[in-house]
Nanobody, 117 residues
Framework: QVQLVESGGGLVQAGGSLRLSCAASGNIFSINVMGWYRQAPGKQRELVAV???????NYADSVKGRFTISRDNAKNTVYLQMNSLKPEDTAVYYC???????????WGQGTQVTVSS
């Protein structure tokens, strides 16, 4: 199995920044896509950003220009740099891995991001 451990969440004021990290371990040889989903209270889980092994990325429209996803394949780690945070970014953020971007297979436990106004 693949195990994912997120870190970097916390409380930040609007306009601030956070960087989330997710380290993958286990059977990680064939992982193609890594990404981040989020779920706000009362809302369905939504895609935030994904990155393929070769570096190609895709972002939700709501975070384009503010968030940057990156990965270090040697360290089996994916990052999400979140700048210009807004209260509507408040959610639990989940790290994911999979073969294709639209179908996550492995999920982390989630890390809380709270943005105050």
């Amino acid at each position: 199995q693949v195990q994912l451990v997120e870190s970097g969440g916390g409380l930040v004021q609007a306009g601030g920044s956070l960087r989330l990290s997710c380290a993958a371990s286990g059977n990680i040889f064939s992982i193609n896509v890594m990404g981040w989903y989020r779920q706000a209270p009362g809302k369905q889980r939504e895609l935030v950003a994904v990155i393929a092994r070769g570096g190609g990325t895709n972002y939700a429209d709501s975070v384009k220009g503010r968030f940057t996803i990156s990965r270090d394949n040697a360290k089996n780690t994916v990052y999400l740099q979140m700048n210009s945070l807004k209260p509507e970014d408040t959610a639990v953020y989940y790290c994911t891995t999979g073969i294709v971007a639209t179908t996550p297979i492995h999920w982390g436990q989630g890390t809380q991001v709270t943005v105050s106004s």
